[in-house]
C-alpha cells in the first residue's frame, strides 16, 4: 500500500486532537481498538510528536503539523510513502524535520519517493528522476546525475551547493578534477587539505576583507516608515491570547531594501499587516509617508496608495476573468480614470516582465503557477505604491520562478526607485538582495543589521530556528576544521574569491 503526504500540511489534518487525527486512518482500515491505539503511538514517536498527541494541530508550526500528517501516513504501515513536495510551505527547520523523517523511515524500510524542487534534498537518495514537460530526462544515482551539470542547468534546475561549489574550485584549479563532491563534509575536508599550503588564506588580507564587510545600508533618505513601540495581541483577554508582535520599533528609509526574516510564527505577518493599517496596533504606533496609519480614521485609500501589499501565495486572490481586468481591480478602486487604468496595467505588466498582448487578454486561470504570481504582482504594482510589501513571494516556486520573482523585485526596486520590504526564509536571497535585515523571533526584533552584520553570528540565529546563508555555513565548517577565511562570507562567489586568492 502507499501513503501520501501533500504540500500544505494545513489541507491534511482534519481532527481537533492531534492522535484522532493519527487514528483517522487505522480506524477506516477498520482495525482493532488495540492496534489502533500502537499504530497511533509508534507513529507518533517515529516523528517525534507523541509529547504533542493531546495537542489542537492548528496551535502547532507548520513543521510540526507535517510530522503529524506523515505520522497519520505511517499508521496505516505503507510499504511506500510519496512525499509530495513536502518542504514547500515549510521554513527551514520544519524542512530539516521533515527530511529527518523521510531519511528514518527509509532506513527502517519504508521505500520513499520524494518530489522536490530543491536539489539539496535530492543528495541523499539513491536515485534520482529528473523530469520534463511530462517526460522522464534522467534517471540514476546522485553522483551520475549531478555530473551533467549543464543538463542540469538548462532545464532551469540548480546544483546542490557543495556540487557547485567544488565545480567552481575545479575551474580556478583549487580542486584537482574529478567527481561531483555531494556531501558538505566531505568537500569541507578537502578543501582543507588541498589549501594547506594557502597561508594567505589564512592571514593575507584578512584585514581589508574585515573592512570591505563593514559596508552599511546606502540609504541617507528620511524614514518612509516608522514603527514605534508596535505591540499586536490576538484574542486578548481569553486563554488563548497571543502577543504576536511585541514592542518592536525600526524605521526604513525611502528606497532601502529591507527583509525580516524568522521562525514561522515569529510576527512576521502580523508586523507587515500594519504597515497598510490591515491590522491595528494594541499599542504603538505606524507612520508611513508622515500619514499615521494606526490611528482609526486612517483612510484606506490614502494606505494602499503609499503601500502596495503583496500577500503570501497573491495568486489565490486572482479572481477575474481576464488577467487586464484583475490588474485594473486596484486602481479601479483607488477611482483612477479609465484610461489611466489602461497605462497603468500595460506598465505593470512590463514591470513583472511579461507581454501584454499575450497575457491581458487571457483567464488567469489558465497561466502556470509562476505567471499567476507575476500577475497578481502586478496587480498591486499598479497602484503605484511607494512601498511594496512582500511576503514570502517565492515560497512554493519552482527554482527557475523563483529566480525570476528575485529579479522581478530587483528591477522593480531599481526602476521605480520603491522601497522593498519583504519577508523570507531564504537567507541566501535575503543575503544578496537586502540594504538590512530584521531578525524576528517571538514577536520581537531580536537583532538587525546588514547581511554581514547579521550573518557574522551564525548561533543566534541557529538558536532561533534560522540558519545563514549556505556559503556562510561552509566557510563556518572551514572555521572550525582551522582554516579561517577574512570577513562574513555570504556567497559561493565570494567563498570562491576567497579560497582562490
Ligand atoms: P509568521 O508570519 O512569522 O509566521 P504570524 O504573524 O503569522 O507569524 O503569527 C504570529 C503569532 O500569531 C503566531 O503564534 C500565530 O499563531 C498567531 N496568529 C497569527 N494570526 C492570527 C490570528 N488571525 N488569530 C490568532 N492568532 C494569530
Ligand atoms: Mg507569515
Redesign the pocket.
Known sequence: MAGMVFQNPDNQLVSAVVEDDVAFGPENLGLPRDEIIDRIRISLEATGMYEHRKMAPHLLSGGQKQRVAIAGVVAMKPDIIIFDEPTAMLDPEGRAEALEIAARLNQEGITVLLITHFMEETVGSDRIIIMDGGRICMDGPPRDIFARAEELKALGLKLPFAVELAEGLREKGVLPPGEPVLVEAELAETVSAESRGLASVRRGSTERLAMASLGSASPSAAPIITVDRLSHT??PGLAYE?H?VADVSFEISTGEYVAII?H???????LIQHLNGLLKPTEGTVTVGGVNVSAKGATTVEMRKKIGMVFQYPEYQLFEETVYKDIAFGPNNLGVPEEEIAERVKEAISLVNMDYDEIAERSPFELSGGQKRKAAIAGVLAMRPEVLVLDEPTAGLDPRSHEETLELIESIHERTGSTIVIVSHNMDDVARLADRILV?AAGRIVKSGTPREVYADEEILKSIGLGVPKATSFAGRLARGGLHLPGVILSTQELLEALSQ
Open positions: 490576538y484574542n497571543t504576536a524568522g514561522t510564527g515569529s510576527g512576521k505577518s502580523t524576528m
